[in-house]
C-alpha cells in the first residue's frame, strides 16, 4: 500500500532535513510488515522509524525488479542507461549538503568526511560506471569453419546488501557496475543507518529510472537479508559486512539457486613502517589508517608493525598526534572522530578493549568511554601485544590499534600474515625496491605505499583468504555483473 512517509528532522545545528521512511519499490514508498527505530549514535535518541521488509516485502521487490528488467530494462539502450546514471549523479552533486547531513545525523560520521568524501564518491562512481555502459562487448574467435563470438549479458536481479560504515558510498559501489552492465537491483540497507539510501530513492525516482529499476528496502539482516541472499528469482548477490555472514550468505547461495556472488568481508590489516620512513608522515598515515571512520573500516590498519631502531620514537609522536584527534560533536566541522554508530557495536568494541588488558597487553593511551552521553571511545593504543592475543586475530572495527616492533623483512612478513585476513596492508618506507619487493609478498588485495585508506573508485578492492571474494570499483568489478555467452555459428567455410 502506497502511504505518505515523508518525515522531517533538525540536527544539532538547526538543520531541517526531509527523506522518506518507507520502502522504496516499483517507485513508490510503501509499507512494511513492522518498523525499526533508527537511533541517533551521537546521544542515543531516536530520530524516527523506518518501515521494515519481511518475506512478502521482499518478494514484492524481487517480482518488481524482474519485471522491469524483462519488459524494460533489458530493451533499453546502453546509452540511456548511462544518461540516467549521470543524471542521478547529477542530482547527488545537487543535494549534497543534505544528503551528508542525514549521513551524519544517522551514522555520526564528521560532516566534513560525508560532505567531502563520502557523498561526492558515490556521484563519482556512478559516471565512471557510466561510461562502461556502451563498451561491455565480447570477442570474435577464429575457429576452423565457425564463426565464434562471446556476448557479455546482465545476470538479470542483483541483490545489494549493505553495511553501516559508509552506508552510501557502499551502495554507489553496487549500483554503479549493477546498472551499467543492464542489471536490476534490490538494494538492502542496514537495518542501523538506512535514511541516506531512502534519500537516494527519491533521487532515483527524479532522475527517471523506470519503476522497478532499482528498490530499496529496510530490515533486518536475518530475515530480509536472509530471504534476498535464499531467493530464487535473484542470480547475484554482492554483500559488504562481517565474514560471519558473508558465510551465511554462500551458503543461502548454495542451498538456493546457486547466485554469483560477492563478498567484501573483514580485515586485521597490517602496517609496515621501516626505519628508514618519513616519521612524521607514517605516524600522520598511521592514524588515518586506524581511527579514519571512527576505525569502523574494515581495511583499517589496526596492526602497526614499527621496526625496532625507531619503535621508541614512532610510539611518542604516535601518541602526541593521536591526543590531539578531535572526538564529538559529528556536526563540528573539525570532528575527526565522532560516536561509533550503535550501542551493540560501543559495547563490543569495549569488550574488546577490556579483553586486551586481561590478556597482558598495556594500553598506552585510551581505552575509556568518552562523555556520559552517545557511543562515543577515546582513540586507544596497545602496546606489548602478542600475535596469538584476541586484539591482534579480531576485527574490532573501533578505535583500537595495536603496535608492536619486528626486526627485519622476513620477521615482518612472518607477523604480517598471521591472521585468517588479506584484506589490506600499508609499507613504509623510502627505499623504493623494499616498498615493491615487501608489497608483492604481502597477502593482501590492496597494500599502500607510504599512505593509507586511499581508496578509488576506478581502482579495484577486495580481499584475500577470508576478506572475501571478488573485487569492486574499477573495470573489474564489471566481470561480476554479467555472464560470457559463446555463439558459433556454421558459415559453411
Known amino acids: 500500500m502506497t ?16 527523506f522518506n521512511t518507507g520502502l522504496f519499490i516499483n517507485n513508490e514508498f510503501v509499507e512494511g510488515a513492522n518498523t525499526i527505530d533508527v537511533i541517533n549514535p551521537t546521544n542515543g535518541e531516536k530520530i524516527c522509524a523506518v518501515q521494515a521488509a519481511e518475506e512478502a516485502q521482499v518478494n514484492a521487490a524481487v517480482d518488481a525488479a524482474e519485471k522491469a528488467y524483462r519488459e524494460v530494462w533489458s530493451k533499453t539502450p546502453s546509452r540511456d542507461r548511462a544518461r540516467l546514471m549521470h543524471k542521478l549523479a547529477d542530482l547527488i552533486d545537487a543535494n549534497v549538503d543534505e544528503i551528508a547531513k542525514i549521513e551524519t545525523l544517522d551514522n555520526g560520521k564528521g560532516i566534513a568526511f560525508s560532505k567531502g568524501y563520502d557523498i561526492p564518491e558515490v556521484s563519482k562512481t556512478l559516471r565512471y560506471f557510466a561510461g562502461f555502459a556502451d563498451k561491455l562487448h565480447g570477442k570474435v574467435i577464429e575457429t576452423e569453419g565457425k564463426l565464434s563470438y562471446t556476448r557479455h549479458e546482465p545476470i538479470g536481479v542483483c541483490a545489494a546488501i549493505i553495511p553501516w560504515n559508509f552506508p552510501l558510498m557502499m551502495a554507489g559501489w553496487k549500483l554503479g557496475p549493477a546498472l551499467c552492465t543492464g542489471n536490476v537491483v534490490v538494494l538492502k540497507t542496514s537495518e542501523i543507518t538506512p535514511l541516506s539510501a531512502l534519500k537516494l530513492a527519491e533521487l532515483i525516482k527524479e532522475a527517471g529510472f ?3 529499476v532499482i528498490n530499496i528496502i529496510t530490515g533486518y539482516g536475518a530475515i530480509a537479508g536472509d530471504k534476498l541472499a535464499r531467493h530464487p528469482k535473484v542470480g547475484k548477490v554482492a554483500f559488504t559486512g562481517s565474514t560471519a555472514v558473508g558465510r551465511m550468505i554462500m551458503k543461502a547461495s548454495s542451498e538456493s539457486n546457486l547466485k554469483k556472488i560477492t563478498l567484501e568481508l573483514g580485515g586485521k590489516s597490517p602496517n609496515i613502517i621501516f626505519d628508514d620512513a618519513d616519521l612524521d608522515q607514517a605516524v600522520a598515515w598511521a592514524h588515518k589508517g586506524v581511527f579514519f571512520n571512527h576505525g569502523q573500516c574494515c581495511c583499517a590498519g589496526t596492526r602497526i608493525f614499527v621496526q625496532e631502531g625507531i619503535y621508541d620514537k614512532f610510539l611518542e609522536r604516535f601518541k602526541e598526534y593521536t591526543s590531539k ?19 551493540v557495536q ?25 562523555g556520559d552521553s552517545g557511543y562515543f571511545i577515546e582513540p586507544t593504543v596497545f602496546t606489548d601485544v602478542k600475535g596469538s592475543m584476541k586484539i591482534m586475530q579480531e576485527e574490532i572495527f573501533g578505535p583500537v590499534v595495536a603496535v608492536s616492533k619486528f626486526k627485519d623483512v622476513d620477521d615482518v612478513i612472518d607477523k604480517a600474515h598471521d591472521t585468517t585476513y588479506g584484506l589490506a596492508a600499508a609499507v613504509f618506507t623510502q627505499n623504493i625496491t623494499r616498498a ?16 593509507y585508506n586511499e581508496l578509488d573508485y576506478n581502482t579495484p578492492f577486495g580481499g584475500y583468504k577470508q576478506s572475501g571474494i571478488g573485487r569492486e ?12 555467452k559463446a555463439v558459433k555459428i556454421n558459415v559453411g567455410l
Open 3 to 18: 502511504v505518505n512517509f515523508a518525515t522531517e528532522v533538525i540536527t544539532s545545528k538547526g538543520d531541517k532535513l526531509s
Open 210 to 212: 523506470p519503476p522497478g
Open 325 to 343: 584527534t578531535k572526538v564529538g560533536d559529528p556536526f563540528d566541522q573539525d570532528t575527526f572522530q565522532g560516536p561509533q554508530v550503535s550501542q
Open 346 to 370: 560501543f559495547d563490543r568494541i569495549m569488550s574488546y578493549i577490556k579483553t586486551g588488558k586481561e590478556e597482558g597487553a598495556t594500553c598506552f593511551m585510551g581505552g575509556n568511554r568518552l
Open 436 to 451: 615493491v619487493t615487501v608489497a608483492n609478498r604481502l597477502e593482501a588485495g590492496t597494500v599502500w605505499v607510504n599512505c
Open 473 to 484: 570499483n574499477g573495470e573489474y568489478a564489471l566481470e561480476n555483473y554479467y555472464q560470457v
